[in-house]
């Protein structure tokens, strides 16, 4: 059993990173589909699709290979200790090379996205 399925899931992405695997094959969930689409606008991950694995569905991510540095994730807020942050409390991560990725009441989206719709919300992880 599972506590962190958003642990669960960066570790994938992770360690499919650091060993210079193509893809990765991750149990679905929305708030994981939702992470993963940001992460793919922001050219952290490459494309994505939700497969049907039996009766359950998972979510088969393309990896890029990072050149330079090694693909760094970092879960912030964990079910012991969740963070908030209100839109005035969002930094940038890394002087803008990073990004935050929040659970608004709109959807999940990045931290600049949430400063320019003034929406709050739980910072999910940070990616750079």
Request: contains cysteine.
């Amino acid at each position: 059993m599972n506590t962190d399925p958003i642990a669960d899931y960066l570790t994938r992405i992770r360690n499919a990173a650091r060993a210079k695997h193509s893809q990765t094959v991750i149990p679905y969930s929305k708030i994981k589909e939702g992470i993963t689409k940001v992460l793919q606008a922001r050219k952290f991950v490459g494309k994505y699709e939700v497969v049907e694995s039996g009766k359950f569905k998972e979510l088969v991510v393309e990896i890029k290979p990072w050149i330079k540095e090694p693909l760094s994730l970092k879960r912030v807020s964990k079910p012991g200790q969740r963070i908030y942050l209100k839109s005035s409390e969002i930094k940038a991560v890394k002087n803008g090379l990073g990004i935050v990725v929040l659970s608004t009441s709109k959807g999940i989206m990045t931290g600049e996205e949430a400063r320019k719709s003034k929406l709050g919300g739980e910072v999910l992880c940070e990616a750079y």
